[in-house]
């Protein structure tokens, strides 16, 4: 049976994915919170399928919640709700530009750079619109 085969394959694979994801995780926010837009750009992509995951975790959690039931899941192997808080601030953080930016029109790093933050507050904008309390919480 296919859907028995599936159930044992995440079964056996959840646990150690999940030991990766958790194990990797301090690098991607380390990498997503450096000043160079080259590296921290190149990370927006894994944040924002973070931040999929954590929406797609947490309508799993109301369903959960809504049908009082109390199973194991994929979520247990890693919940990104564990890492949220860090990853808004890296967020949150990221959507400010340095104190010394200035815009030139003809430079392609300049554009690059907005071109990132624009990405990045939609990240926040999703977040906010998973997690409003957290969100609200840390601008106030």
């Known amino acids: 049976n296919n859907s028995t085969e ?3 394959d995440t079964l056996t694979i959840g ?5 990766t994801l958790n194990q990797l995780i ?7 919170n450096h000043s160079d837009c080259s590296i921290y750009s190149s990370i927006c992509p894994t944040i924002s399928r973070l931040v999929q995951l954590l929406k797609i ?8 919640q ?5 199973d194991i899941e994929a979520d247990s192997y890693f919940n990104v709700r564990r890492y949220v808080d860090r990853l808004l601030v890296a967020i ?13 029109n003809d430079d392609d790093d300049d ?14 904008v999703n977040v906010c619109r998973i997690l409003p309390q957290m969100c609200l919480q840390l601008v106030s």
Not at 92 to 104: A, L
Not at 112 to 124: N, T
């Open 6 to 8: 599936s159930q044992i």
């Open 15 to 19: 646990p150690i994915v999940g030991k």
């Open 26 to 32: 301090d690098l991607i926010i380390y990498l997503f």
């Open 57 to 64: 975790q947490s309508d799993r959690q109301v369903v959960k």
């Open 66 to 70: 809504a049908d009082r039931q109390v």
């Open 92 to 104: 949150y953080n990221q959507m400010q530009y340095s104190n010394d930016f200035t815009f030139d």
């Open 111 to 124: 554009a690059e750079e907005m071109q990132a933050k624009k990405v990045i507050r939609k990240l926040f």
